[in-house]
């Protein structure tokens, strides 16, 4: 059974607390899938986390050229993946990120381009921008949904807003 949890986030900063939040609960294995349109905060959500589990601070880049970025954390080691150059699921098998699904954690945006290699025990968070233009441009809607139990302890205290 499919699980879901809303939040609206009304800043940066409320993001940054977010991706603390749930950065310290993670373990190798465990997959994030990161859904949103260009701007919605992804990679925002991505340094933030990375930032938060390093052993010492370093400058996070956007692996959108390089596709994937490697990181020595201090629960493991974490891959973060753009994927949207890519134009076909096998490439994602080339860069190794399937095999990285098993022993590291894993944040990958534009999930999208897995096609079937999504692992079933994924969390999927999406960015989305408010629907109404008075709400401040700062604002995010996020929507964590998951099938697999691991998730439910994961995101304990996490509640619809």
């Given at each position: 059974?499919?699980k879901?949890?809303?939040?609206?986030?009304?800043?940066?900063?409320?993001?940054?607390k977010?991706?603390?939040?749930?950065?310290?609960?993670?373990a190798?294995?465990?997959?994030?899938?990161?859904?949103?349109?260009?701007?919605a905060?992804?990679?925002h959500?991505?340094?933030?986390?990375?930032?938060?589990?390093?052993?010492?601070p370093?400058?996070?880049?956007?692996?959108?050229?390089?596709?994937?970025?490697?990181?020595?954390?201090?629960?493991?080691?974490?891959?973060?993946?753009?994927?949207?150059?890519?134009?076909?699921?096998?490439?994602?098998?080339?860069?190794?990120?399937?095999?990285?699904?098993?022993?590291?954690?894993?944040?990958v945006?534009?999930?999208?381009?897995?096609g079937?290699?999504?692992?079933?025990?994924?969390?999927?968070?999406?960015?989305?921008?408010?629907?109404?233009?008075?709400d401040?441009?700062?604002?995010?809607?996020?929507?964590?949904?998951?099938?697999?139990?691991?998730?439910?302890?994961?995101?304990?205290?996490?509640?619809?807003v």
């Amino acid at each position: 059974m499919l699980k879901t949890v809303q939040l609206t986030l009304t800043s940066p900063e409320e993001t940054r607390k977010f991706a603390h939040t749930i950065a310290p609960r993670l373990a190798p294995g465990d997959v994030v899938l990161l859904q949103g349109d260009i701007g919605a905060g992804k990679t925002h959500f991505a340094r933030c986390l990375i930032q938060f589990l390093l052993e010492e601070p370093e400058d996070i880049p956007s692996p959108t050229f390089t596709l994937v970025q490697t990181y020595p954390t201090r629960l493991g080691d974490l891959w973060h993946a753009d994927l949207y150059r890519l134009s076909h699921p096998d490439e994602v098998i080339e860069l190794g990120l399937t095999d990285a699904f098993s022993d590291a954690i894993c944040l990958v945006e534009w999930p999208d381009r897995l096609g079937s290699l999504i692992p079933d025990s994924a969390l999927t968070i999406q960015f989305s921008l408010p629907d109404t233009l008075s709400d401040t441009l700062d604002t995010r809607i996020i929507t964590m949904s998951w099938g697999a139990p691991r998730w439910d302890n994961v995101l304990e205290g996490f509640t619809n807003v």
